[in-house]
C-alpha cells in the first residue's frame, strides 16, 4: 500500500496506508485514540469504496473530495478486491510490477536478505519481455526465463520473493458493454466482473 501511494504521489503515503489499514481489518475499532472514528471493518466489496478514506484522509486541505478522486484515478486500475491478493504477472501492468517489485526489495532490505538495492525497472523490463513471447505457465517457467538473463544474487533474490506474490492465472474478468444510439449523444454502460472459479457466475454488475 505505501508504494500503491507513493505511485500516486501521495505525501504521508505510511499515514494513508495505516489509516486504509484501520478501515478494512476487521480486528480494529474505535478506540481512544480515534475517537469518533467508524471503521468499515471488513473487506472493500469495491473499488470505489476507498473513495471516502481517502477523501477523509485530506480533510483538512482544500477540495478533499477532488483530491481522493484525483488520487484514485492514478490508482483504480492497479487495484482490485477480487481474487486471493496475489497479482498475475502474466497481465500485470508495468507499473504494478514495478510496486510489487519495490514491495519485495524493501522488504528484503528489512529482514537482511539483501544488502544493495537493485534496479527495479531492469526486472520490470526483463519481465515484460519475456511474457511478450509466452506468458508464464508457473513460477518454474518464470525462474528458468529470467535466470538465464545474467540476474545478479541481489535481483535473483527479489524474483524469488516476487514469486510468492503472484499467480499465473486469473479468475475473475472485467467486462465493459457500451451501447450507443446512432446520432444521438445517448449511451450506457455496463460493468460486470465474471467469475470462473468456483463456479462460472457474475460477481458484480453496475449500469452508469
Do not use: M
Not at 473487506?43 to 484525483?70: C, H, N, Q, R, W
Amino acid at each position: 500500500l505505501i508504494r500503491l501511494f507513493d505511485f500516486a504521489g501521495v505525501t504521508g503515503a505510511d499515514d494513508l496506508k495505516s489509516l486504509v489499514v484501520k478501515w478494512i481489518d476487521p480486528a480494529i475499532n474505535n478506540t481512544d485514540e480515534d475517537a469518533g472514528q467508524i471503521f468499515k471493518n471488513s473487506d472493500l466489496k469495491a473499488t470505489e469504496e476507498i473513495l471516502p478514506v481517502l477523501e477523509f484522509f485530506y480533510k483538512d486541505e482544500s477540495g478533499p473530495s477532488l483530491k481522493a478522486k484525483e488520487i484514485y484515478g492514478k490508482i483504480k486500475d492497479l487495484i482490485t478486491v477480487y481474487g486471493d491478493g496475489r497479482v498475475n504477472i502474466n497481465t500485470a501492468a508495468e507499473e504494478t510490477l514495478g510496486i510489487l517489485i519495490n514491495s519485495s526489495i524493501d522488504e528484503l532490505i528489512k529482514n537482511g536478505g539483501i544488502t544493495v538495492r537493485p534496479d527495479p525497472q531492469n526486472l520490470v523490463h526483463l519481465i515484460s519481455a519475456a511474457r511478450k513471447d509466452a506468458p508464464f505457465k508457473d513460477s518454474g517457467a518464470l525462474s528458468s526465463a529470467l535466470f538465464s538473463t545474467n540476474l545478479s544474487s541481489e535481483e535473483k533474490n527479489v524474483l524469488n520473493k516476487l514469486i510468492e506474490i503472484v499467480i499465473f492465472k486469473s479468475n475473475n474478468f472485467r467486462i465493459n458493454s457500451t451501447g450507443e444510439i446512432t446520432g444521438k449523444s445517448i449511451s450506457k454502460t455496463i460493468t460486470c466482473i465474471f467469475s470462473r472459479s468456483p463456479a462460472n457466475k457474475i460477481i458484480y454488475w453496475h449500469e452508469n
